[in-house]
């Protein structure tokens, strides 16, 4: 969190972008280290089976809606981060590249994250389903009984590490840059207040493991009777996902109606053409496959 809120401080050339320009290689290197790792050392053919076989019974309405808030969550769609890096943006830059880009490049990364972490699992009969104590309980124990296993666990940790900071970074800055923007303080207070607000919440997220193991707060739930402060927290942020949606559906109506015509296609630098196709989208076609995404997941 310290290193976070001294990246965000520094603002966004100074601070965010140099440290991106060195975080994402190294975690595309570690990435592709780490995928050759696994497909030589687990099960290559059961990972790529698991990850790209069609599986009708699995397409049901409810995937559907954890899928569209996964994949707002993965780029930040309906969090506010998207527009508050592209309010930085100078008019030069074409954004629909950027966001072709951006698209690319982050289903290309969560493919190559699948084949670094399942050929593991499955080789080492894990499950795949088993959330946190996958990552911080079971792989280790995997990697321990591995060639190279040290090696190997030094790498996913320190991917894991470049993959959160680089997350961090992100959410951190959308509240710097509001308060910034309505109290007037400097970057470096307002970092400095919120990042210290965010690491006193998660202490108790690690005390969670020790000293308030016992202690349930929705213990009178019979959901969540056993739940620790963690596992109600994990539980909110896979709650999440499928809350995502609304933001994008609240951001899809502000685009569509709200925001007056041609602005957009202004900003975007869209020729008339696309633009009136981007604006009937927003419009109707967008909210409409959200609503009813959303709708059909309690059915």
Same mark, same amino acid.
């Given at each position: 969190?310290?290193?976070? *809120?001294?990246?965000?401080? !520094?603002?966004? =050339? !100074?601070?965010?972008?140099?440290?991106?320009?060195?975080?994402?290689?190294? #975690?595309?290197?570690?990435?592709?280290?780490?995928?050759?790792?696994?497909?030589?050392?687990?099960? #290559?053919?059961?990972?790529?089976?698991?990850?790209?076989?069609?599986?009708?019974?699995? &397409? %049901?309405?409810?995937?559907?809606?954890?899928?569209?808030?996964?994949?707002?969550?993965?780029? @930040?769609?309906?969090? @506010?981060?998207?527009?508050?890096?592209?309010?930085?943006?100078? !008019?030069? +830059?074409?954004?629909?590249?950027?966001? #072709?880009?951006?698209?690319?490049?982050?289903?290309?990364? =969560? #493919?190559?994250?699948?084949?670094?972490?399942?050929?593991?699992?499955?080789?080492? @009969?894990?499950?795949?389903?088993?959330?946190?104590?996958?990552?911080?309980?079971?792989?280790?124990?995997?990697?321990?009984?591995?060639?190279? @296993? %040290?090696?190997?666990?030094?790498?996913?940790?320190? &991917?894991?590490?470049?993959?959160?900071?680089?997350?961090?970074? =992100?959410?951190?800055?959308?509240?710097?840059? $509001?308060?910034?923007?309505?109290?007037?303080?400097?970057? &470096?207070?307002?970092? =400095?207040?919120?990042? %210290?607000?965010?690491?006193?919440?998660? +202490?108790?997220?690690?005390?969670?493991?020790?000293?308030?193991?016992?202690?349930?707060?929705?213990?009178?739930?019979?959901?969540?009777?056993?739940?620790?402060?963690?596992?109600?927290?994990?539980?909110?942020?896979?709650?999440? $996902?499928?809350?995502?949606?609304?933001?994008?559906?609240?951001?899809?109506?502000?685009?569509?109606?709200?925001?007056?015509?041609?602005?957009?296609?202004?900003?975007?630098?869209?020729?008339?053409?696309?633009?009136?196709?981007?604006?009937?989208?927003?419009?109707? +076609? *967008?909210?409409?496959?959200?609503?009813?995404? $959303?709708?059909?997941?309690?059915?």
């Amino acid at each position: 969190m310290t290193g976070t *809120a001294a990246i965000v401080a !520094r603002g966004i =050339s !100074r601070g965010i972008e140099k440290a991106v320009t060195v975080l994402m290689p190294v #975690l595309a290197a570690l990435l592709i280290a780490l995928a050759a790792y696994s497909a030589l050392e687990g099960d #290559l053919g059961a990972a790529l089976d698991f990850l790209f076989r069609l599986n009708t019974q699995k &397409l %049901t309405l409810n995937a559907a809606l954890e899928a569209l808030g996964l994949g707002f969550f993965s780029i @930040g769609v309906g969090m @506010g981060l998207m527009i508050t890096y592209a309010a930085y943006s100078g !008019r030069e +830059i074409r954004l629909t590249g950027v966001v #072709l880009i951006s698209v690319l490049a982050d289903t290309g990364i =969560s #493919l190559l994250a699948g084949i670094a972490i399942f050929p593991i699992v499955f080789a080492h @009969g894990l499950d795949t389903a088993s959330g946190p104590g996958l990552v911080f309980i079971t792989l280790p124990i995997a990697f321990a009984g591995m060639p190279l @296993g %040290t090696v190997a666990a030094i790498a996913f940790f320190s &991917l894991l590490f470049v993959a959160a900071l680089s997350s961090a970074i =992100s959410m951190l800055e959308v509240v710097v840059a $509001m308060l910034v923007q309505r109290l007037g303080w400097t970057r &470096l207070t307002i970092s =400095s207040l919120v990042a %210290t607000s965010c690491f006193l919440a998660g +202490i108790a997220t690690v005390l969670s493991f020790n000293v308030l193991a016992h202690w349930h707060p929705l213990a009178g739930l019979e959901s969540f009777a056993g739940a620790t402060l963690f596992d109600l927290l994990d539980h909110a942020t896979s709650s999440l $996902m499928q809350m995502l949606p609304l933001g994008g559906l609240a951001l899809s109506l502000f685009a569509g109606w709200a925001i007056p015509e041609g602005v957009i296609g202004s900003a975007l630098l869209l020729p008339r053409a696309p633009a009136l196709a981007l604006r009937f989208t927003l419009h109707y +076609i *967008a909210p409409c496959g959200i609503i009813l995404t $959303m709708l059909a997941s309690f059915f």
